[in-house]
């Protein structure tokens, strides 16, 4: 078979359903080999929209997303969508072309190091040297994109490489489980949380990786613990039950923190340090029990005592079976504070101001988004908005970044949730900024019939270096653009499109996008002086209940 055909066929072994794409001449013979596969090739605009959709299919499957991009600048287009799902835990696999690797007439053209440059930001970067490597090694990536903790994996295929003849087949792929942690080890778990007088339950971005959902609940229920979470562990509990209190949108001094600093345990499930900190641990502090897939990455500001190490469903299965019948005794105090910060949170989210503020828009996308709506952030300052104000439902029903945090993926991840979603309300939260740095994939999602509502929140800044800029007391200067005319930008790409003109509109105009299906972009006049007010002076002022 021809290396090219064993390639895809490796892939439909794997169970790929789409390679995410912009295909160059020294992708050609893996394009031929698609063509008469069961692989649906998804053309995009840029590698950046490719990468970022096959790590979000990545992100909501379990199951590594596929891209392809050439060699050169098609390569390095990756390296962003490649830091996403390194940082991010995405399992994604990227494949790229390369010059005949043998015998070329073509002197350096276009050629860089692409495997070295991606070695820092993958968990395996390799050129395939031979045809009758294939096999192995995509089932080896696959392996490895997989497994916790999921990444990024980089494979170069050279043109005559690809052309050649090989005499290898693919490998079955192969079933896995994770260890539970060790017995005694969940012994001190459980002698700590009874020990405890005020313990709490942080939820991060590993609890909503994987089936642990179901077990986190049951803890939480059957032990009384009030959790909290960070901002991408949003979505495993339910945070209209009564013991969620609510997400860390800020490391430090939010009314969520009062709580913090009161506990004298945190069992942290999932989390782990790539995502902004939920809050600063101290050398006389708390203790803290990591409880993950893998052991604690320790830093300035994070170094558990006790750490579980295992698959986080069943360790977390284990210890509600060891601690049945204890219950935490006083749990008043996290009562009181839970209905500070719902009452914070509900302020303004009836405020009648245009340009609107946030926490209008972010209370009124709650309301159209019904029960198992799918948000995508992309990244600004009102992605601190949705993390605190904005509850989750459902698992992975709020897809943001809060670790690379880069602008520019909001658009193409909303588009993959609306692929893998079609019958759900999806949409797409962008700023002005980040939206224009890959507004170009309007035409992919329309090329693919999506039902997707782009909400641009249209400050004409880059608004949240703005907020910083402030709260470090500098002057305001030098962050302000204009944009096109977003409504008809989005109609000359055949999208329908809105603009908010009042706060009493909003709701109206979403439910109309949303009922009418199709691509559908919503321009929103923001106003942005609250950041100040409530993130910062409110929050400096605020003293925590006694
Ligand atoms: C690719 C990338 N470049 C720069 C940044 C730094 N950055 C973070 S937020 C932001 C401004 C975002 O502006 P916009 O998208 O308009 O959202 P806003 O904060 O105004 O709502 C910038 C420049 C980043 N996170 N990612
Ligand atoms: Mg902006």
New binding site residues.
């Given amino acids: 078979m021809k290396a090219s055909d064993l390639l895809v066929r490796a892939l439909e072994k794997e169970g790929v359903k789409h390679i995410f794409a912009v295909p160059g001449e020294e992708n050609l013979d893996v394009l031929e080999s698609l063509r008469t596969s069961s692989i649906e090739l998804v053309l995009t605009r840029h590698e950046q929209g490719a990468g970022f959709m096959a790590a979000t299919y990545g992100r909501l499957t379990g199951r590594a997303g596929v891209c392809m991009a050439t060699l050169g600048p098609g390569a390095t287009n990756f390296a ?1 969508p490649a830091a996403y799902a390194h940082l991010g835990a995405f399992p994604l696999i990227m494949i790229t072309g390369q010059k005949p690797i043998k015998k070329s007439k073509q002197g350096q053209f276009q050629i860089i190091d692409v495997v070295k440059l991606f070695e820092p930001i993958c968990k395996l970067s390799k050129q395939i040297v031979h045809g009758n490597t294939i096999p192995s090694l995509v089932r080896e990536s696959f392996r490895r994109a997989e497994e916790e903790r999921p990444g990024a994996i980089l494979l170069e295929l050279p043109e005559d490489i690809a052309a050649e003849e090989t005499d290898t087949c693919v490998v079955e792929p192969s079933v896995r489980h994770y260890a539970v942690a060790d017995d005694e080890v969940l012994d001190q778990a459980m002698t700590l949380i009874k020990k405890a007088k005020m313990p709490l339950l942080l939820l991060g971005a590993g609890a909503n990786r994987k089936t642990a959902c179901q077990a986190l609940v049951n803890f939480a229920e059957s032990t009384g613990i009030y959790c909290f979470n960070t901002q991408m562990g949003k979505g495993v509990v339910d945070e209209r039950c009564d013991y969620f209190l609510g997400t860390a949108a800020l490391s430090t001094g939010d009314y969520l923190h009062c709580a913090i600093e009161r506990a004298d345990l945190v069992i942290n499930i999932g989390h782990d340090v790539v995502e902004k900190p939920p809050f600063f641990m101290t050398p006389e502090g708390k203790t803290v029990i990591h409880l993950n897939y893998r052991a604690a990455q320790v830093d300035d500001v994070y170094f558990p005592q006790l750490e579980v190490v295992g698959d986080i469903g069943r360790s977390v299965t284990r210890l509600s079976q060891k601690l049945e019948g204890w219950r935490c005794a006083d749990m008043d105090y996290f009562k009181r504070i839970r209905q500070e910060i719902e009452a914070h949170v509900a302020e303004g989210s009836d405020s009648d101001a245009f340009p609107l503020i946030p926490q209008r828009f972010v209370a009124d996308t709650r309301k159209v988004m019904g029960e198992d709506g799918i948000i995508a952030l ?5 992605k601190i908005w949705f993390a605190r104000n904005y509850k989750a439902y459902k698992p992975n029903t709020v897809l943001l970044d809060n670790a690379l ?4 993926a909001g658009l193409p991840s909303a588009m993959m949730a609306a692929q893998l979603n079609p019958e759900k309300r999806v949409l797409a939260i ?6 224009m ?1 890959n507004s170009q994939e309007l035409e992919t999602a329309l090329r693919l019939n999506l039902n997707l509502v782009v909400m641009v ?1 249209n ?1 004409n ?5 703005r907020w910083k800029q402030q709260g470090a007391g500098f002057t305001d200067w030098g962050l302000e653009f204009n944009n096109p005319d977003f409504v008809r930008y989005a109609e000359s790409y055949g999208a329908k499109a809105h603009r908010v003109d009042s706060a009493d509109s909003f709701t109206s105009t979403f439910e109309k996008a949303f009922n009418e299906g199709g691509v559908h972009l919503i321009e929103v006049p923001v106003d ?1 002086s609250e950041n100040q007010r409530v993130l910062i002076d409110e929050l400096a002022a605020k003293v925590c209940l006694l």
Avoid at 405 to 408: D, I, L, S, V
Avoid at 430 to 435: A, E, Q, R, W
Wanted: net charge negative; aromatic share 16%.
């Fill in positions: 962003t992309d990244n600004g300052i009102y945090a880069t602008m520019g962008c700023g002005d900024g980040g939206f740095m929140l400050d800044s880059y608004g949240m270096i942005y």
